[in-house]
C-alpha cells in the first residue's frame, strides 16, 4: 500500500503517518494540491490520498478525474464536525477519517482500499498444483500469462507472483485493459507530454515508467485493440517505450504479467490478438482453475469473507452454519470467487444471529435461485407450465431480445451490487459495452443499480 498524504493536519500528520508505517504502508508527503499533482504526474504512485479537508478536497477530485488519475481519496480532518464530513463525502472523498487518529480507523481504512488481498486462500489439492508452479517461476522475471474465468483471482495471482520474486520491494501495478477506454489506454500505459493533445495540461508518467524496477500487471489484455497491441509488443522486445507526442525513447526495467479469462490461442486464430505478442506474453501459463472445480476452498473462502465483511461493517464475526455451508458446496459458482464473494457479504448483512443458517445465504443463478430450491435434499422448482401442462418459457415468450437483456444487465449488476467490472465480467462483455447500455437504460429514464455517484458518471 502506497499512502500520499496532503496537508499539515496540525502536526496530526506525524501521528497519521507513523500509525499507517506501522501497518506496512509506503508513505509519502506533500503540503499542497499542486504538489501532490506534480508527484502522481511524475510516477511517484500511490494507492490512496489521505486528504486534509482544509484544502479544497472537490479540486483536488475534479483534477485528478481530469487528468484521469484514477485514485481513492479519503478526507481528514480535527474532530468530527458533521457538516465538514458530509461536504468532503459529496465533494467524492471515499472517506472521512476525525483527527488526532484512532490507530484501528486508519488500519480500516487501509484495508478497505486495499480490496484485493495478497493472500492466497487454498485447501484444495487441485490448487496446490497450480500454487507449487508458481512458486517456481515466482524469482525469475519471465512473463507469465495468467488464465481462468472471471472471477477466480488472477490478479491475487499476479500479487502473489510479485510478492515472492527479486523484485518485492518494488512497484506492483496494475492496468485493467477492459476498463480503459481504447483512446485512452495509450497514455495510461506509456505516458503523454504536456500539450500531447486536448487535456493534457502536464506531462504525465504512464505505467510502465511507473512500475520501472519491479512488476506491471495487465490485466484482461484481451480486450486490448489490436493497433496498441503492436506498441505494447514494441515495448517488451526493446524494453523500451515512447511517450505520447514524446520524442525520445525511454527505458524501462519490468516484469511483465498478463491476464485473461478468454482462449488467447482462439483469439489469434479470429484475428482479434497478434500472434507474436501472444508469444511473448507466453513464456510461462498458469491456469486457475474455476471454484466448481476445487470445492475443498469453499469453506476457507467463505470464512474468510465472513470475517472481512463482518469486521467492516462492524459486527460480530458469525460462525458459518452446517446447511448453509452445504448449500454453498452444492451451488455450481459460475462467477467463481467474486460471486462467493459478494454471497457472503450479502450473508454477515442479512444474518441476525451467531451462525449463518440458510435463510441468510442468498443464491444466484442465471434468474436467481430460491433458498428452498439450493437447500440440500429439496425437490427442485417445478418448471413454469401452460394450461395444458406442457412446459413453457413463460418470462421470455413475447418479450423482446433487448428487453430480456437489459433485464440480464440490470439483475447482474444489481447482484454485483452495483460494481460494474464485476458485472460486466460475469456477462462476458467489456466494461465499455456495459457502460454503454447503462448509459442507454439511464437515457430511457430506467434506474441503475448502484450508488448516485455511480450513476452520474455513467
Known amino acids: 500500500m502506497r499512502l500520499l498524504i496532503v496537508g499539515s493536519l496540525d502536526g496530526h500528520i ?16 506533500v503540503d499542497d494540491i499542486e504538489s501532490a499533482l506534480v508527484a502522481l504526474r511524475s510516477g511517484q504512485g500511490a494507492d490512496l490520498v489521505l486528504f486534509d479537508v482544509k484544502l479544497d478536497v472537490g479540486s ?4 485528478l478525474r481530469s487528468e484521469r488519475i484514477n485514485l ?22 471515499k472517506e472521512y477519517i476525525p483527527l488526532p487518529p484512532d490507530p484501528e480507523l486508519i488500519a480500516a481504512v487501509l484495508a478497505a482500499v486495499s480490496e484485493e488481498s495478497t493472500a492466497l486462500i487454498w485447501r484444495d489439492p487441485v490448487m496446490q498444483k497450480t500454487l507449487k508452479l508458481a512458486e517456481q517461476i515466482a524469482p525469475s522475471d519471465a512473463s507469465v500469462l495468467i488464465t481462468g474465468e472471471s472471477g477466480t483471482g488472477k490478479e491475487v495471482m499476479a500479487r502473489f507472483l510479485h510478492n515472492h520474486s527479486k523484485r518485492a520491494s518494488k512497484a506492483f501495478i496494475s492496468v485493467n485493459c477492459a476498463a480503459i477506454p481504447e483512446n485512452l489506454l495509450e497514455s495510461e500505459l506509456f505516458g503523454h507530454e504536456k500539450g500531447a493533445f486536448t487535456g493534457a495540461v502536464a506531462r504525465r508518467i504512464g505505467k510502465f515508467e511507473e512500475a520501472n524496477g519491479g512488476t506491471l500487471l495487465l490485466d484482461e489484455i484481451s480486450e486490448m485493440h489490436p493497433r496498441l497491441q503492436a506498441k505494447l509488443l514494441r515495448a517488451i522486445q526493446e524494453r523500451e517505450i515512447d511517450r505520447v507526442g514524446g520524442t525520445q525513447p525511454i527505458k524501462v526495467d519490468i516484469r511483465l504479467l498478463a491476464t485473461s479469462n478468454r482462449d488467447l490461442e482462439q483469439e489469434v486464430r479470429e484475428g482479434r490478438f497478434r500472434e507474436d505478442l501472444f508469444f511473448r506474453l507466453n513464456v510461462m501459463t498458469l491456469e486457475l ?27 460480530p464475526v458469525p460462525k458459518l452454519g452446517e446447511e448453509a455451508l452445504a448449500m454453498l458446496r452444492a451451488h455450481p459458482w459460475r462467477g467463481n470467487v467474486r460471486e462467493l464473494e459478494n454471497t457472503m457479504h450479502r450473508a454477515v448483512l442479512l444474518n441476525r444471529g451467531p451462525t449463518i443458517e440458510p435463510d441468510s445465504i442468498m443464491l ?28 413453457a418459457a413463460a418470462p421470455l415468450v413475447g418479450r423482446t431480445v433487448a428487453a430480456v437483456e437489459r433485464d440480464l444487465i440490470l439483475e447482474t449488476l444489481n447482484h454485483c451490487l452495483g460494481n460494474r467490472t464485476h458485472a460486466a465480467n460475469i456477462l462476458g462483455i467489456s466494461i465499455r459495452t456495459l457502460r454503454n447500455k447503462l448509459k442507454q437504460y439511464s437515457e430511457e429514464g430506467i434506474p441503475i443499480p448502484g450508488r448516485e455517484a455511480d450513476r452520474a458518471a455513467v
Not at 506525524?14 to 508527503?29: D, P, W
Not at 481513492?72 to 465538514?84: D, K, L
Not at 436467481?368 to 429439496?378: C, D, S, T
Open 60 to 63: 483536488m477530485i475534479e483534477q
Open 289 to 315: 482453475p474455476p471454484l466448481r472445480q476445487r470445492p475443498g476452498d469453499i469453506q476457507p473462502l467463505a470464512e474468510h469473507f465472513i470475517r472481512r465483511y463482518a469486521e467492516a461493517n462492524g459486527l
Open 364 to 391: 444466484t443463478g442465471g434468474r436467481g435461485i430460491p433458498v428452498e430450491a439450493a437447500r440440500p435434499g429439496a425437490a427442485p422448482a417445478p418448471a413454469p407450465t401452460t394450461g395444458t401442462g406442457t412446459t
Open 14 to 29: 506525524v501521528t497519521a503517518g507513523k500509525i499507517a508505517l506501522a501497518r506496512g504502508a509506503k508513505v509519502a508527503h
Open 72 to 93: 481513492p481519496v479519503v478526507a481528514c480532518g480535527i474532530g468530527t464536525n458533521a457538516e465538514i464530513a458530509v461536504r468532503a463525502i459529496k465533494a467524492g472523498a
